[in-house]
């Protein structure tokens, strides 16, 4: 049946109606079921009432912000109000209030926005799968980084964590480069490039301890670290007593001691004490029930440490032994050493000595003085300060004689063997020695030296000795070099006088006749007086210069194959030059002669006496006829020949000048 438009009330019940198209203008009501196979589509409604269950099978759309699934979930984008309450299954209820009751456990893969301060009465868990974010802050967030592990984070960092273990790590993880060993990683402070610390803070007025204790089980707190506000000290605890203090002062006591360093109070224990103010550092130990001994143990090879140096509570010190030895004795070693405050019973008065090591006798010992002048017996090396600043040393050979001074070292610092430094023997103005070495016979042509020597495996020790000679009783000085010839006995080889001569295989200058400031006398048969040796070898160089004044004024030269002896000669040092033109004249005053010399008489030889050179050529004769020096000695005059040889030249040319003539007048006349 078919309506095209129908006006009537209703619709009979008891009819089957099928329309391709329904319009319901007013009300319309279905006393049975409706069945649509299309879309039913509501346009303007606002409410829908329905006493019975509406069912969607495919889920139902409301607006844009709701979505009701077939499966039963509910999807809401905007604000969901429900007037009663909201029940989910059976675990979650939320009111119209909102609050919300949960009896199982809720799984978010994200929380934002929930405040949480009211709630109450949560009986279930509330899982987190990685953290729990600061709102507006995402740098900030308490984190279950992993397995059994928490962590704080700020800044994006973690800045505390747990980990599986237990173990507590406070500060930047991982930014030290390391981890703590194992063992000591319950709680690790760490940190980058930066200090890092730990703080304990209390009211200033509050002088509370603040303290780290260690404990077991049978005490909490056997070990302490403890700091005192009252008295600004740190205190170290073991097995529940106090064992070291640092006061405020910064004063060390061991053992117990509560106040400073003074030896007075009730210090028990070994003290250590440094005063800013007077600059005294104190160290030592104290009982306020009796005497204390301070000792110091060692140990070699792993072996048990014993007793190696004691101070007693007499302040004496005891080396290598715990006890004996002379009641005065203040040091007393083993057997070996004893350093004693006096020994009066061997020492004239008021030289005592102030420490005497001895070697197992009261004749063999090393006496330290407060003074000297040898008033100490027996087989001893005696060293004294006398008041002078000097420090002595004697030793003597029969224990009946008082020992003689061996060596000195002076107040300025000069070492001295064999006698006193004396101001009769000071230093000069230009050279202040350090070591000297002298012999204090006093009586002429006394030697004061130094000997070196060096010994060979089978006995035969070379041996050079320089020595100083004193030949007069005046100031004149010689230096003596003395050496060990091959058959072992010694010979002077050189010496330098007082007036600075040196001497080479003689001990004067004046040997022969005349002297110098370099005398060498040698055997000529076996070796040369002076050799000097050109190792380049590859030009001339000079062997010899001599020089006057401030100009050379001749020269010793060799080359490679020869040698030449050469005077000034150069124009620039010459003037007021004439032409010699009595050049035979001169040469016929001289009168060449052939002799011999009285010490040579088998040698024949040509030459001039020089008085009868000096009317020709003045200038190559040195010295006077017939001359004696001062004390009476031959004084020979002396001859350079080669001063001749201008005038030799001049006569030369003035007989070639003649002999041109004479040929020319020969050839004139031959021609006429």
């Known amino acids: 049946m078919t309506f095209t438009k129908i006006t009537a009330a209703g ?59 077939k499966d039963g979930d509910i999807f809401a984008t905007g604000i969901t109000t429900i007037s009663e309450n909201l029940k989910v299954g059976s675990g979650v209820t939320i009111s119209p209030d909102g609050d919300g009751f949960f009896t199982g456990v809720i799984t978010a893969t ?57 173990n507590v790590t406070i500060g930047n993880d991982g930014d030290s480069g390391s981890n703590p060993s194992s063992g000591y990683d319950e709680l690790c402070i760490e940190g980058g490039n930066e200090h890092i610390g730990m703080c ?38 073991t097995a529940g007593s106090e064992r070291l203090r640092i006061d405020s002062k910064g004063q060390l006591s061991s053992g117990g001691s509560t106040t400073a360093f003074d030896g007075t109070s009730s210090l028990n224990g070994l003290q250590m004490y440094y005063e800013t103010d007077s600059g005294l550092a104190s160290f030592g130990s104290y009982s306020s029930g009796g005497s204390t001994n301070l000792l110091f143990y060692t140990n070699s090879g792993g072996s048990a440490a014993t007793e190696k140096l004691r101070i007693n509570s007499s302040g004496k ?30 020492i004239n008065a008021p030289y005592e000595a102030q420490v005497t090591i001895n070697s197992g006798g009261q004749n063999k010992r090393i006496a330290i003085l407060n003074s000297w002048d040898g008033q100490i017996h027996g087989n001893t090396i005696g060293m004294a300060y006398d008041g002078g600043y000097n420090m002595f040393f004697a030793t003597n050979a029969d224990t009946n004689d008082r020992p003689v001074e061996r060596f000195r070292i002076g107040s300025s610092g000069i070492c001295e063997a064999n006698n006193s430094i004396s101001s009769t023997y000071s230093s000069t103005s230009s050279i202040t020695p350090h070591l000297r070495a002298r012999n204090p016979n006093g009586t002429d042509n ?73 005398t060498i006398e040698f055997p000529g048969n076996s070796r040369n007086a002076i050799k000097t040796r050109d190792l380049d070898n590859n030009s001339t160089v000079n062997h010899m210069v001599f020089v006057s004044g401030s100009s050379a004024v001749g020269t010793i030269t060799g080359t490679t194959g020869q040698a030449f002896y050469n005077n000034l000669s150069d124009y620039r040092s010459k003037e007021n030059d004439v032409k010699i033109t009595d050049g035979i004249e001169k040469i016929k005053l ?83």
């Open 11 to 69: 619709i009979g019940t008891t009819e089957s109606v099928t329309l391709d198209g329904l319009s319901v203008i007013n009300n319309g009501s279905f006393g049975g079921n409706l069945t649509v196979g299309g879309v039913l589509t509501y346009e303007d409604v606002t409410n829908v009432d329905s006493v019975g269950l509406i069912t969607a099978r495919n889920g139902i759309v409301v607006g844009s912000g709701i979505t009701l699934s």
């Open 110 to 166: 994200s929380y934002s926005g929930i405040d949480l301060s009211d709630v109450t009465g949560a009986t279930g868990d509330f899982s987190i799968a990685d953290k729990i974010v600061h709102t507006g802050d995402t740098d900030t967030a308490i984190r279950f980084s992993g397995a059994d592990t928490v962590t704080v984070e700020t800044g994006g960092s973690s800045r505390f964590k747990i980990d599986s273990s237990g």
């Open 200 to 237: 304990f803070l209390s009211p200033a007025a509050n002088n509370v301890d603040q303290t780290i204790a260690f404990g077991d089980s049978n005490n909490n707190q056997s070990g302490r670290i403890r700091y005192q506000h009252s008295q600004d000290a740190f205190s170290f605890d």
């Open 317 to 346: 010190l005891f080396v290598g032994t715990t006890s004996g030895g002379d009641a005065s004795a203040t040091i007393r070693t083993k057997q070996l050493v004893s350093i004693d405050s006096s020994y009066s019973d061997y």
């Open 446 to 518: 006394i030697y004061g030296g130094i000997q070196l020597r060096a010994d060979r495996g089978n006995g035969a020790a070379a041996i050079f000795n320089i020595a100083c000679l004193n030949s007069s009783t005046s100031y004149e000085s010689t230096l003596i070099f003395q050496s060990r010839n091959t058959n072992g006995n010694f010979s002077e080889k050189m010496r330098i006088d007082s007036q600075g001569k040196l001497l080479h295989g003689c001990t004067s200058a004046t040997g022969g006749t005349s002297e110098g400031n370099i």
């Open 590 to 672: 001289l009168r060449p002669i052939r002799f011999n010399y009285k010490v040579d008489k088998d040698t024949l030889c040509d030459g001039f006496f020089a008085h009868e050179v000096t009317p020709a050529v003045p200038t190559a004769v040195t010295g006077e006829k017939d001359a004696v020096d001062s004390e009476g000695k031959f004084s020979p005059q002396m001859l350079d020949t080669g001063k001749i040889i201008p005038l030799l030249t001049a006569a030369l040319q003035e007989s070639i000048t003649k002999i041109e003539t004479l040929e020319s007048e020969v050839a004139a006349l031959k021609s006429s």
